[in-house]
């Protein structure tokens, strides 16, 4: 059994999806890993549990365009095993006329028992793919960068 399981991922690059259909969100940084598996994008970005429990999770996307003036959606929510989690949808809504260098934090969040080998996904989606929406990193001057998606999951 191990002492403390948790996990934080994060991406440093802009994630705009060819598609409206659900994807997965990548995370290309293992940020702090003890007690579970990150699979890359590769495998569709999966965090495998490793020990039965009760799990805190949270995602933060930094959304926002690349271009386009006209009112634009961004939803973001958990899967496991393949299955969408009830009840963990949000949504950002990119108003018409917001600057293409302003951006909005999405977050969601659950608490939920996962059992040994199951495969926990951060997904998200698109309302139009000809104007550059998505998740977005930026790298302030002199200030950290701000990844386009974090994730954080521990047991509890």
Request: hydrophobic share 40%.
């Amino acid at each position: 059994m191990q002492d403390k399981v948790y996990v934080q991922l994060s991406d440093f690059t802009n994630q705009q999806p060819t598609t409206t259909l659900p994807t997965a969100i990548k995370f290309n940084t293992n940020d702090y890993l003890s007690g579970v598996k990150h699979s890359p994008a590769g495998e569709n970005d999966k965090i495998i549990i490793l020990e039965n429990g009760i799990y805190f999770l949270i995602a933060g996307g930094q959304v926002g365009r690349e271009s386009g003036m006209l009112l634009q959606f961004v939803d973001m929510w958990f899967r496991v095993n393949g299955k969408d989690i009830a009840n963990t949808n949000t949504r950002a809504s990119l108003p018409e006329g917001l600057s293409i260098e302003d951006t909005i934090v999405l977050i969601t969040q659950m608490a939920m028992p996962l059992s040994k080998g199951d495969t926990v996904q951060v997904m998200f989606s698109i309302s139009d793919t000809n104007v550059g929406v998505g998740l977005v990193a930026t790298k302030p001057i002199d200030e950290p960068l701000i990844p386009s998606c974090i994730f954080t999951m521990y047991k509890i």
